[in-house]
T-cell receptor, first 115, second 112 residues
Framework: AQSVTQLGSHVSVSEGALVLLRCNYSSSVPPYLFWYVQYPNQGLQLLLKYTTGATLVKGINGFEAEFKKSETSFHLTKPSAHMSDAAEYFCAVSDTTSGTYKYIFGTGTRLKVLA | DSGVTQTPKHLITATGQRVTLRCSPRSGDLSVYWYQQSLDQGLQFLIHYYNGEERAKGNILERFSAQQFPDLHSELNLSSLELGDSALYFC???????????FGSGTRLTVV
C-alpha cells in the first residue's frame, strides 16, 4: 500500500528565508508525486508534480521539489519565503498501475511566515 | 475559479437527515474524485468515477453513495447523518492522464 509522511505539522520561517517542507513516501511501484497548497476556506491548488523524467521539478510561485528515489523523498523548497506563502501544504502519492488515479495525501504542513 | 464547481458551499443539517452534494467537473474532464477532509482524519479518498462508471472506492461508509451522470456531473449522497460526518467534502476532476487533479472549493457540511 502507498503512504505519505509529512514531517512537521507546523513550520515557521522568517520572510525571505528558505522554505523546506518534508515529504517521504512509500510505494511498491513507480510513484507519481504531487504537492498541493490550500489557503484558508479554499480548495487545494496544484503546486507541482513529478511523473517521470527530470527529478527536479519546478512549480508555481517559485516552489520546486526534488524526487530522490534512494531516499523515498519529495521535499518542497522555495529559496525565499513571502508572506503570501502562508498556507497548508499537502504532499500526495498516486500509483501508476491501477487504472484509477486516487491520491493518498499526507497530513499536511501548515506554513507560517514571520515578518 | 478552478473550473470545478461544487454546490452548495455550506450545508447545516440535523442528525439522521440526508443531503446531496453536487460537483460539476472541469470541461473535458471525465474523472471525478470525492474526498472528505476533517481535522482528525485529514484528506480521505472516498470514491472515483470515470465517464459514468465507478472505478475505485476508498473509505466510504455504506451510508454514503455517489453517481456520475451522462453530462459528467456527480452527486455524493450522505444519509443517516451523524455528528462525525461534519467535514469539508471536496470533489476533484482530471483528464485521462495522471497529471494532477483540479479541486473544487468544497462543501462544508455541519451536522448538528
Amino acid at each position: 500500500a502507498q503512504s505519505v509522511t509529512q514531517l512537521g505539522s507546523h513550520v515557521s520561517v522568517s520572510e525571505g528565508a528558505l522554505v523546506l517542507l518534508r515529504c517521504n513516501y512509500s510505494s511498491s511501484v513507480p510513484p507519481y508525486l504531487f504537492w498541493y497548497v490550500q489557503y484558508p476556506n479554499q480548495g487545494l491548488q496544484l503546486l507541482l508534480k513529478y511523473t517521470t523524467g527530470a527529478t527536479l521539478v519546478k512549480g508555481i510561485n517559485g516552489f520546486e521539489a526534488e524526487f530522490k528515489k534512494s531516499e523515498t523523498s519529495f521535499h518542497l523548497t522555495k529559496p525565499s519565503a513571502h508572506m503570501s506563502d502562508a498556507a497548508e501544504y499537502f504532499c500526495a502519492v498516486s500509483d501508476t498501475t491501477s487504472g484509477t488515479y486516487k491520491y493518498i495525501f499526507g497530513t499536511g504542513t501548515r506554513l507560517k511566515v514571520l515578518a | 475559479d478552478s473550473g470545478v464547481t461544487q454546490t452548495p458551499k455550506h450545508l447545516i443539517t440535523a442528525t439522521g437527515q440526508r443531503v446531496t452534494l453536487r460537483c460539476s467537473p472541469r470541461s473535458g474532464d471525465l474523472s471525478v474524485y470525492w474526498y472528505q477532509q476533517s481535522l482528525d482524519q485529514g484528506l480521505q479518498f472516498l470514491i472515483h468515477y470515470y465517464n459514468g462508471e465507478e472505478r475505485a472506492k476508498g473509505n466510504i461508509l455504506e451510508r454514503f453513495s455517489a453517481q456520475q451522470f451522462p453530462d459528467l456531473h456527480s452527486e455524493l449522497n450522505l444519509s443517516s447523518l451523524e455528528l462525525g460526518d461534519s467535514a469539508l467534502y471536496f470533489c476533484a476532476s482530471s483528464g485521462t492522464a495522471n497529471y494532477g487533479y483540479t479541486f473544487g472549493s468544497g462543501t462544508r457540511l455541519t451536522v448538528v
